[in-house]
């Protein structure tokens, strides 16, 4: 990381969200390939003809949502100061920050569709012999047949507003919490 807080600020800023937007961007091309069907609207604005697909819509949400939280935990961790010192676990701290809150964006936004996939209970049925992991199966088995029984446009509305909320959340407790009083 750059000594220059604001050069770290922005580079931060700029690195996170776009590891936010591959990642999303890649769920949606995951679910497009599943048989989500892309939705375009047409705007007239004279004599211009812009089309927007409408699923890019929350995937423009969530890059500028994470833009704000970002910038949020980097001022939070490098404030201004009269000089250009920098405290030396800021750099950790904003590394943990970062690590923790995409894991948990990840996380919310992929594991529900590894549960409902075939490949998944496939595993879990050759290891289903131990008796506390069939249960947990079961259990899991029955939760996940009911989330993806959903509409498609549910699962996929629920998934980006849940890992983007999950992220905002991760993002500014660990953010916030983290400062240390100077005496």
Known sequence: MPKNP???RLSTVLGTTAVIFLLDWFFLAYIESKGFGLKIHEFILG???LSIPLQWLP???LVLVSLIAWFEVSFALFPRRSAPEQDTLSTLRLVRVIL??????VCVLYIPYIIGSDWFWTRMSTASNIAQLHDFAQSVLSTGKSV????Q???YSISQFASL???VSFAWIL????RRIRK
């Open 100 to 105: 923790v809150s995409v894991a948990a964006f």
């Open 47 to 49: 004599t211009v003809k």
């Open 175 to 178: 953010g916030r919490g983290s």
């Open 165 to 167: 909320l999950v992220m």
């Open 6 to 8: 604001a050069l770290t």
């Open 59 to 61: 995937v423009m949400g």
């Open 153 to 155: 446009i549910w699962q």
């Open 148 to 151: 993806m029984g959903l509409d």
